[in-house]
């Protein structure tokens, strides 16, 4: 009893600490994100109002574009769910943000950067 007790114990710690590691890898990636978007233009100093926000259109499309739903949204969330020690979403292998980004990103080389984080981000929510 006391050794099915112990092993459930340690599985749990071990799930724990991957989640830890999964945390900052992606509050790393997320902070990357957000000096490579200010850095190149892309980060709003004014607020979003909350008609905005409550959009129900998939990246907010119809109220903000897609710098502005990372900036307002998707970083926000997920630095929500890390600060309160959350799981975070799971994507499925070939989904995430990268499709839609690459749309966005592609007219201009300085942008690649922001590619490649969320690039990195995908991979970091990936489903193995």
Known sequence: MWLT??????ILIEGM??????????LLALQSLQNALMNRGHWSECEISADALASQ???????????QWLQFVFIPNIEALIDNNQALP??????GLEPMASEIYKNTEADQVILVLIRQLDDLLQQD
Not at 5 to 10: A, Q
Not at 57 to 67: A, G, K
Not at 90 to 95: M, Y
């Open 90 to 95: 799971v994507l499925l292998k070939g989904q």
């Open 17 to 26: 600490g991957k989640l830890m590691v999964q945390h900052e890898q992606v």
């Open 5 to 10: 007790s112990l092993m459930r114990y340690m």
């Open 57 to 67: 259109q998939p990246f907010c499309l119809d109220t903000m574009n897609f710098s």
